[in-house]
C-alpha cells in the first residue's frame, strides 16, 4: 500500500525558510492531490495546503503569504517551504494523500486525508 | 472563517457507548471526516464523507450528520479506542478545517 515518508532538517533558524520533502512509495504520485497539515506540540491539527501532481494547488489562507508546495513526479516526492518561520511554526510536520469527491450542495467536496506520514518535528529556534 | 468546535474530553466506561459531536454552521450541508490520534501517532482516518469507513476499521466506528452537527460513535468501547478525535469539513471560504479534538479517557 501507499506509504508517505517526510524528510528534511529538524531545526530552523527564525526568520529561514522551512523546508521539508514527502517521498512516495507503494504507488505513483500520479492522479491524487497530496497535502501538508502541521500540529504543534500539545496542539489540534493545522490544514497548510494541497496540491494536485499536475501542480495546482490550494492553500490555508492564513499561512497562504508564506507557503508554497511544490511537486516532482519524476522523483515521487512533493515539498514544502515556509517563509520567515517564526517560533510559531515549531510543529510535527505531517504530509498525506488527499482523496476529493464533488458533490452535496452546488460547489461543495467531500475531502479526506488518508494515509498520513509518520510526522517530523521541526524546531524553529536560534 | 469557518469553524468547527468539539468539547475537549470524553470519558466512558469499557464496553459502553462513545460519542464525539462536532459543531460547525450548516454542517449538514458539508461532508464530515474523522481522524483517531494515538500519543506519539500518526492520525488516523475512520471516517469520511460522514458515516463511510476505511477498510481495516471496525464496523464499531460509525458516524452521522445533520443540522449543525456531526457525530462520531464508538460502540462497544474498548481500551485500545483511548484517544484524540479529530473532525474536518471542507469549506469554500476556508477551505480545509480541522475541529480542535476530543481526548476519549475510557475508565
Known amino acids: 500500500q501507499v506509504q508517505l515518508q517526510e524528510s528534511g532538517p529538524g531545526l530552523v533558524k527564525p526568520s529561514e525558510t522551512l523546508s521539508l520533502t514527502c517521498t512516495v512509495s507503494?504507488?505513483?504520485?500520479?492522479?491524487?492531490?497530496w497535502s501538508w497539515i502541521r500540529q504543534p506540540p500539545g496542539k489540534g491539527l493545522e490544514w497548510i495546503g494541497y496540491i494536485y501532481y499536475s501542480g495546482s494547488t490550494n492553500y490555508n489562507p492564513s499561512l497562504k503569504s508564506r507557503v508554497t508546495i511544490s511537486v516532482d513526479t519524476s522523483k515521487n516526492q512533493f515539498s514544502l517551504e515556509l517563509s520567515s518561520v517564526t517560533a510559531a511554526d515549531t510543529a510535527v510536520y505531517y504530509c498525506?494523500?488527499?482523496?476529493?469527491?464533488?458533490?452535496?450542495?452546488?460547489?461543495?467536496?467531500?475531502?479526506?486525508?488518508?494515509?498520513w506520514g509518520q510526522g517530523t518535528l521541526v524546531t524553529v529556534s536560534s | 472563517s469557518y469553524e468547527l468546535t468539539q468539547p475537549p474530553s470524553v470519558s466512558v466506561s469499557p464496553g459502553q457507548t462513545a460519542s464525539f459531536t462536532c459543531s460547525g454552521d450548516k454542517l449538514g450541508d458539508k461532508y464530515t471526516s474523522w481522524y483517531q490520534q494515538k500519543p506519539g501517532q500518526s492520525p488516523v482516518l475512520v471516517i469520511y464523507?460522514?458515516?463511510e469507513r476505511p477498510s481495516g476499521i471496525p464496523e464499531r466506528f460509525s458516524g452521522s450528520n445533520s443540522g449543525n452537527t456531526a457525530t462520531l460513535t464508538i460502540s462497544g468501547t474498548q481500551a485500545t479506542d483511548e484517544a484524540d478525535y479529530y473532525c474536518q469539513a471542507w469549506d469554500r471560504t476556508t477551505s480545509v478545517v480541522f475541529g480542535g479534538g476530543t481526548k476519549l479517557a475510557v475508565l
Open positions: 507503494g504507488g505513483s504520485i500520479s492522479s491524487y492531490y
Open positions: 498525506a494523500r488527499v482523496e476529493i469527491k464533488f458533490g452535496g450542495v452546488p460547489g461543495g467536496r467531500a475531502v479526506w486525508f488518508d494515509p
Open positions: 464523507q460522514d458515516s
